[in-house]
């Protein structure tokens, strides 16, 4: 136990610590004068997640890949079930009560496939039909599920991961191409499928003015706080935008224009500089990893980090389709922050047993 603490990463360890201390603060603020119960769940999550964070670091890999199938199996039945018995929630049908905790299967499916096409692309190549097809179904298989939900941002969240675990392992890059070639035509009949509020979303992205007290309203006022904050910002728990009440969602998907307006542009760079080092030090742990498995499976979880910190800063600043992705370890959320938790300290495990050089041997797969 001891050896497996020394063998942490240290500069995880610091980010991972500075975001908690970070997130607090700013969802303290978030919901300041408002409901506290909030706060004390988040407080919770944080312990329940850090408890889960220290177990998974003792896990060793191998064990991992036996269980690749049976938590993406898992987490494929747990969205099977959201249309059939799943609450709503803001128009959407995306959580699964469990009595304690209302989870939502897509989050634990992000990191499943993740863990599942690693698995499956430890010993083979993607350039082959079959060893293409097959994590090709297992990737649309669950993305088709979580865009009926609907959830747009996820899906996209899914599929980028994926497209950066197929690079990772060695897709062809003819085919690559004969993908982006084709993409206008993806997104032509993408169009006609969507949800009317997925293509207003669009369209107010590309002017927001054009309904300002309507679909336009999350982007102005965010813009709004995230401009007033300056290069200082207005104090803590001094936001007028916050504390108004004109930022909708506040704490979860739209936190950051609450940092940006309350710690302004230096506590912005420091959040910036905080995921910064946190995803290079990931995609350095994978450069170094001990095992393709290893290496394919630090990556995919490194991308998906990358992207939510893109996607949630980009939809809120204005310069991105608001398409509901919560900033990592800072938004409100018990499911996000759990999986996040623990798809952190997968990348752990891989740090730690790079560094004792633990022999990787593929676990057999049922369709080996």
Known sequence: MISVIR?????????????????????????????????????????????????I???????????AWPVYLVALLGLALVPLIGDVHMGARRWLDLGVIAFQPSEMMKWALMLMLAHWFASREPNTWPNFLIPLVMTMLPAALIVIQPDLGTTLVLLFASVAMLIASGFAWRWMLGAVASSPIILYI???????????????????????????????????????????GKGYLEGTQ?????????????????LAEEGGLITVTLLLALYGILISRMLTIAAHAHSRFAALLATGIAS???????????????????????????????????????????????????????????????LS
């Open 304 to 366: 998906i980090f990358m992207l939510y910190v893109f996607v949630n800063i980009g939809m809120v600043s204005g310069i991105l389709p608001v398409v509901g992705v919560p900033l990592p370890f800072i938004s409100y959320g018990g499911s996000a922050l759990l999986t996040m938790l623990g798809a952190l300290a997968i990348v752990m495990r891989v740090a730690i047993e790079s560094k004792e050089r633990i022999p990787w041997q593929r676990p057999s797969s049922p």
């Open 242 to 258: 916050g504390r108004l009440h004109f930022l909708p969602e506040q704490h979860t998907d739209f936190i950051f224009a609450v």
């Open 7 to 55: 063998r942490m990463d240290k500069t995880l360890i610091v980010c991972l610590l500075s975001l908690l201390t970070l997130s607090l603060f700013v969802l303290y603020s978030a919901i300041h004068e408002g409901d506290i119960a909030v706060f004390q769940k988040q407080v919770i999550f944080w312990c329940l997640g850090l408890v889960g964070f220290l177990t």
């Open 190 to 232: 993408s169009w006609h499928y969507m949800h009317a509020y997925q293509k207003q979303r669009i369209l107010t992205f590309l002017n927001p003015q054009n309904d300002p007290l309507g679909a336009g309203y999350h982007v102005i006022q965010s813009s709004i706080a995230i401009g007033s904050g300056g290069f200082w």
């Open 57 to 67: 670091c003792f896990v060793p890999l191998r064990l991992m890949g036996l269980l």
